[in-house]
């Protein structure tokens, strides 16, 4: 139906410009506007809501000045595009006086109000739909902060001339209030491939139904989309919502009905069911339902109820998918006509036990909690249920899976208790904790790997696990692993420190090393030494360079040899005077006065192990003896002071190489007494004259080449 468009104008100071395009409105006395129009033409006042949407141009924007009460209805039409504003004010609807939507695309924006006169007067907005097949025909947003009220709030029909196509609601922030129904799809609207069905999307809205009524009634074919808002309708009988056809998607939303027995009936006029969440129940036509439900909470004497009211035989195509949310109340599938609904509850937390009915899907089971504080039921993917589960029962051809035995036992079923089998791969490849039945055997996992070992099995802390042995508690299998042994790693940081006719070698302990061989070469001459420390002192060399390399030595083989390293060997002699002390080394002990010629001990410490440590006394520098400082860095003389020192003060000094294989000098002062008799030099205790073949023997080695000392200090190896 075309419906024809008047333009109203206000009677007071009204001037009217005849123009060859008709006639132009002019703005009404301040005095008597009730809402303002501003497009293309400018700004006007109008008397009445209903003159101001009959003159709006397109894309207007039409403001309420003050609160109004329709005398006619507002027509919002003509393929227009069209803001209304409540602008904090109230429309007040009168039984067929309404705001009416058809052809159009039109917000209503807030704050502000939508109510009818009387509680069980009209609907106050009504959608109506197009006799063609055509898309977003009629478009209304409602924004947030806009409430309506009504019989129902919001209402989507067909057109006066029958036809329901491309209608369009979209709701978001809005609080829409039904004393029979706060939002209705008209039973009148039917599925067909030459139709396109009404629209309604609801997000972040409050949908109540008051008293006994419905929050909302999906009777016609529409699609439906709800997210993230609340369905309200717990204050007596009612129901959240009822679907008849269609199809309706609730994404975290919460629906709340009565909490009494919910009941279905034939349809006779409007919704037949009370106290349920979400109803489904197809009507005589068989138009499809498909409903899904994602998260949220549902609540009523049943949260979920599809029913056969009708009893349609066979019941038409009913589509129903729960995927999560907490359920209060039953869910639940009767059909009195023909089989029940089944195996579409995949997911969620459920007060009362869905396996009953036969509604958990395939695939899926039912776990029934020991902490009864809030939803004794969960279904859950069957393996992810026995995951948290202590037995498992059958009851009428479903398994239900309970977090305690003791639960399990007071089901009536036949019980199998499960048993939890973890594997501890001790950091070898995770591996997945299975669920064993009571008396079963565990099957044996993949081998886990681990670098550098071999596997050799699985133990319980006491034995080595036998995979055909039946699990009778649950249990921990830790994986047992034998290292593979390889050659030690070739050792770094090698440092050739040079001193007084020895060198000390040095370097960083080198990765499954047992022991060092160390190689070090002045001209012609090789001298080699083997230790478990890392460091290695080489004495009475010639003065000059020598070079000098490392092998990590274990029972699988041997490294590469490092890098060789070069130092610089010295044979300067003594200084006139004795050098100062450095850091680090000390006298342990010496005499502090003794005669010419007498014999004395001197103890020194804080050399390099195995180092050469020389003994001086002076004023003049006269070489007492030298020895070799042991593992701890303690080089101990016995020597003879010459006969003829004269009676004085004089420094003992010892001179030599700390570990770091830097040059280090210790000295104290000694008084002496003048003593008759041949003065001698001294050696480490054996005068020139007085050697033995043997210490003759060592003067000859020393003359071939020089020897390595080795000083066994401590452990050089990492496993």
Not at 168 to 189: E, P, Q, S
Not at 274 to 299: E, F
Not at 342 to 368: I, P
Not at 699 to 710: K, Q, S, T
Request: with cysteine; hydrophobic share 40%.
């Amino acid at each position: 139906m075309t419906r024809m468009r008047t333009l109203h104008v206000a009677a007071i100071g009204t001037v009217v410009a005849v123009l060859g395009l008709g006639l132009v409105p002019t703005a009404a006395s301040a005095a008597s506007g009730v809402a303002s129009v501003t497009d293309s033409s400018g700004t006007h006042e109008y008397a009445t809501l209903a003159d101001a949407a009959d003159a709006a141009l397109d894309g207007a924007t039409i403001t309420l000045l003050d609160d109004t009460t329709l005398d006619r209805a507002a027509w919002f039409d003509e393929g227009r595009t069209l803001t209304l504003d409540l602008a904090g004010h109230t429309i007040t609807t009168e039984s067929s006086n309404r705001l009416e939507a058809q052809n159009v695309h039109l917000s209503i924006n807030g704050p502000g109000a939508i109510d009818v006169s009387t509680t069980y007067d009209d609907d106050p907005l009504r959608l109506r739909g197009s006799v063609d097949p055509v898309e977003d025909y009629t478009v209304v947003d409602i924004a947030g902060g806009v409430s309506a009220e009504g019989w129902p709030a919001v209402f989507l029909t067909g057109s006066e001339g029958g036809g329901n196509n491309g209608m369009v609601a979209n709701i978001d922030g809005a609080t829409l209030t039904g004393y029979y129904y706060a939002v209705y799809i008209h039973g009148a609207i039917n599925t067909g491939t030459t139709q396109v069905m009404p629209v309604l999307n609801i997000t972040n809205s409050t949908i109540i139904g008051d008293g006994d009524s419905l929050g909302m009634y999906l009777a016609g074919a529409g699609s439906t989309t709800i997210h993230n808002s609340t369905i309200d309708a717990d204050s007596g009988t009612g129901t959240g919502i009822e679907v008849r056809a269609g199809s309706l998607t609730l994404t975290d939303t919460t629906v709340s009905a009565g909490t009494g027995t919910p009941t279905f009936a034939a349809a006779t006029s409007g919704a037949t069911s009370t106290n349920v969440g979400v109803a489904i129940a197809q009507h005589l036509t068989k138009q499809a339902i498909n409903v899904t439900v994602d998260g949220g909470a549902y609540s009523g004497g049943a949260a979920i109820y599809v029913a056969n009211p009708e009893g349609n035989v066979p019941m038409g195509d009913v589509d129903v998918t729960v995927t999560g949310g907490a359920f209060t109340g039953g869910v639940m599938s009767t059909n009195s006509a023909g089989a029940a609904l089944s195996n579409f509850v995949s997911g969620g937390s459920f007060t009362a036990d869905v396996a009953a009915g036969n509604l958990v899907a395939d695939g899926k089971s039912q776990l029934v909690h020991s902490d009864h504080a809030a939803f004794k039921y969960e279904v859950l993917a069957t393996a992810d249920a026995r995951a948290h589960a202590a037995a498992s029962v059958v009851l009428d051809g479903t398994t239900v899976h309970y977090e305690s035995l003791e639960e399990a036992q007071e089901s009536g079923g036949e019980v199998t208790q499960i048993f939890h089998v973890n594997f501890d791969a001790a950091n070898g490849d995770p591996i997945t904790a299975v669920t064993v039945d009571e008396g079963d055997a565990v099957a044996q996992p993949t081998t886990p790997t681990r670098a550098g070992y071999t596997f050799d099995g699985w133990t319980d802390g006491t034995a080595m696990w036998n995979f055909t042995s039946p699990v009778t508690q649950s249990m921990t299998l830790t994986g047992v692993w034998t290292l593979i042994p390889v050659p030690p790693a070739m050792p770094t940081g090698v440092t050739v420190s040079g001193g007084e006719l020895q060198a000390l070698v040095s370097w960083s302990a080198a990765a499954d090393a047992d022991s060092y061989k160390v190689t070090l070469t002045q001209g012609s001459k090789t001298v080699t030494c083997t230790t478990e420390t890392l460091s290695c002192a080489f004495v009475n060399l010639a003065a000059g360079s020598v070079s000098a390399s490392v092998i990590a030595k274990n029972a699988v083989g041997d490294s590469p040899a490092s890098a060789a390293a070069t130092g610089t060997v010295t044979a300067s002699a003594p200084p006139a005077t004795p050098p100062a002390n450095t850091g680090g080394s000390t006298v342990t002990s010496a005499p502090s006065n003794a005669a010419a010629g007498a014999t004395i001990t001197v103890v020194l410490k804080g050399f390099a192990p195995g180092s050469l440590v020389n003994l001086y006394v002076y004023s003049e520098p006269i070489l007492l003896g030298s020895a070799i400082a042991d593992s701890n860095g303690v080089a101990t003389f016995t020597v003879k002071l010459p006969a003829g020192l004269a009676a004085g003060t004089h420094t003992l000094v010892g001179t030599g190489l700390n570990s770091a294989g830097q040059a280090t000098s210790v000295s104290q002062t000694i008084v002496t007494t003048a003593a008759g008799g041949k003065g001698s030099l001294a050696t480490t205790g054996l005068p020139v004259e007085q050697m033995t073949n043997a210490a003759l023997l060592g003067v000859m080695l020393l003359a071939f080449g020089g020897i390595a000392l080795v000083v066994r200090r401590r452990k050089a190896t990492t496993k």
